[in-house]
Nanobody, 125 residues
Framework: QVQLGESGGGLVQAGGSLRHSCEGT????????MGWVRQGPWKGREFVAS???????YYADSVKGRFTIHRENAKNTEYLQMNSLKPEDTAIYYCAAKNSPLFSIWVSVYDYDYWGQGTQVTVSS
């Protein structure tokens, strides 16, 4: 059974930084595509970033240049480094995984098969 365990998140002032981690168990982590999705107050889920098994990355325009996704396959863990945070980044952040061809990357919230429990990020102005 695939499980994704998240850590990170918290409360930070605008302009600050936070880092999320997501460890996968029960999956072929080294080849699975991984991603991050968020859900803000009174909003639907929004794609944030994704990384293929081969290491290719893709970002939503709203976070490009501020957020960085990367993975350490030896640790079965992916990370989301969030810099220059804005109040509009306030949301519950979910990591996600998908069984995928090595070079494929997925940019829709509907693409993913497995989800973490979500962690809250609050950015104060």
């Amino acid at each position: 059974q695939v499980q994704l365990g998240e850590s990170g998140g918290g409360l930070v002032q605008a302009g600050g930084s936070l880092r999320h981690s997501c460890e996968g168990t029960g999956c072929t982590f080294s080849t699975d595509a991984m991603g991050w999705v968020r859900q803000g107050p009174w909003k639907g889920r929004e794609f944030v970033a994704s990384i293929s098994g081969s290491g290719a990355v893709y970002y939503a325009d709203s976070v490009k240049g501020r957020f960085t996704i990367h993975r350490e396959n030896a640790k079965n863990t992916e990370y989301l480094q969030m810099n220059s945070l804005k109040p509009e980044d306030t949301a519950i952040y979910y990591c996600a995984a998908k069984n995928s061809p090595l070079f494929s990357i997925w940019v829709s919230v509907y693409d993913y098969d497995y989800w973490g429990q979500g962690t809250q990020v609050t950015v104060s102005s």
